[in-house]
Nanobody, 124 residues
Framework: EVQLVESGGGLVQAGNSLRLSCAASGFTFDDYSIGWFRQAPGKEQEGVSC????????YYTDSVKGRFTISSDNAKSTVYLQMNTLKPEDTAVYYCAAGYSCSDSGSTLESRYWGQGAQVTVSS
């Protein structure tokens, strides 16, 4: 069974940090680029960050550059999103996705597998 399981969400005050984890199973982790999307209430889904499997290049949407860092632990088939200096506008449900590649703006391309989402709420 293919699974992407997110964890690490929660409620934090602005300026603080959270680390999201995306644990993969049921497919060949090394074959896929993994990324994070988010969706805030009333807004469209947005690509946040992606790590390309072919060369481990990382990509970010402009609004999180310098604050968020994506990384991968291949031995654990897990991708992390370290989120620092969080802002209220980062509040959203964060989803990880496994796909073919990454866009320059941090989206996973041709996503094939999705996680169930993790809520991140940043209070002002």
């Amino acid at each position: 069974e293919v699974q992407l399981v997110e964890s690490g969400g929660g409620l934090v005050q602005a300026g603080n940090s959270l680390r999201l984890s995306c644990a993969a199973s049921g497919f060949t982790f090394d074959d896929y680029s993994i990324g994070w999307f988010r969706q805030a209430p009333g807004k469209e889904q947005e690509g946040v960050s992606c790590i390309k499997r072919s060369d481990n290049s990382t990509y970010y949407t402009d609004s999180v550059k310098g604050r968020f860092t994506i990384s991968s632990d291949n031995a654990k088939s897990t991708v992390y999103l370290q989120m620092n200096t969080l802002k209220p506008e980062d509040t959203a449900v964060y989803y990880c996705a496994a796909g073919y590649s990454c866009s320059d703006s941090g989206s996973t391309l041709e996503s094939r597998y999705w996680g169930q989402g993790a809520q991140v709420t940043v209070s002002s």
